[in-house]
């Protein structure tokens, strides 16, 4: 249900718009939310993310809020990613830093449907997530809180220069440590 027609004055500024050598990574909009959702309901996503069963289409809808509302708090969040030459929703990608007291800074994150993996995209939005990071936002470090089960997430974390630092719990996901991978400026 959408109740006020904000059509072109939605506040996005936030947010902004960059384009790499083969994507677009934007600020999510309303009627992101079957493409977003399509791309977390894939088994491969689910089980990648430790999604709950019962994560549906209004809590893809919360994400996207949680993610735009950050860049309005502070600054980072993540984008919308698409495909330049065609314009296929293709996941998300950016910039997190949650309100969590043992989050280790402000972490490049990735997030593809599973059609569109092995491509390089994921690295071609996370290395421009670090550029915006390090150069926009004048951050000296960045963070990946990755599982030691995901490797292509530790692949990508890799061919972007990342090193991990430590492997800890933190309290958001209790039931595993997370590897703390990390790139200085
Ligand atoms: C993590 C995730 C984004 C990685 O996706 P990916 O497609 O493997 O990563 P990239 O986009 O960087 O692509 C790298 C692959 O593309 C290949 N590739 C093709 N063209 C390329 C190019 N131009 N540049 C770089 N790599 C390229 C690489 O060789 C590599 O292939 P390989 O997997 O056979 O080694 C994806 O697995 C995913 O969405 N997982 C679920 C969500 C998740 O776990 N997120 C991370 C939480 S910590």
Not at 25 to 45: C, G, I, K, M, W
Not at 119 to 124: L, Q
Request: some cysteine.
């Amino acid at each position: 249900m959408k109740p006020v027609d904000l059509e072109g004055t939605q506040r996005v500024d936030a947010c902004p718009t960059l384009e790499t050598d083969r994507l677009v990574l934007r600020p999510f909009r309303d009627d992101d939310v079957d493409d977003y959702f399509a791309v977390l309901d894939t088994p491969e996503v689910r089980r990648s993310l430790h999604l709950p069963e019962s994560l549906d289409r209004g809590d893809a809808w919360q994400q996207m809020a949680w993610f735009l509302g950050q860049w309005v708090l502070r600054g980072t969040g993540h984008w919308a990613v698409e495909e330049r030459s065609t314009g296929v929703f293709l996941g998300r990608a950016g910039l997190h830093c949650p309100e969590r007291s043992d989050w280790p800074g402000v972490e490049v994150g990735w997030v593809l449907h599973p059609d569109h993996w092995g491509r390089g995209y994921a690295t071609e939005a996370g290395a421009e997530a670090i550029r915006y990071a390090f150069e926009e936002l004048d951050l000296d470090r960045i963070y990946s809180c990755i599982l030691p089960e995901n490797g292509p997430s530790q692949a990508v974390a890799r061919r972007l220069g990342m090193e991990l630092l430590e492997e800890r719990t933190m309290a958001f996901f209790p039931s595993a440590a997370h590897g703390i991978w990390s790139r200085a400026r």
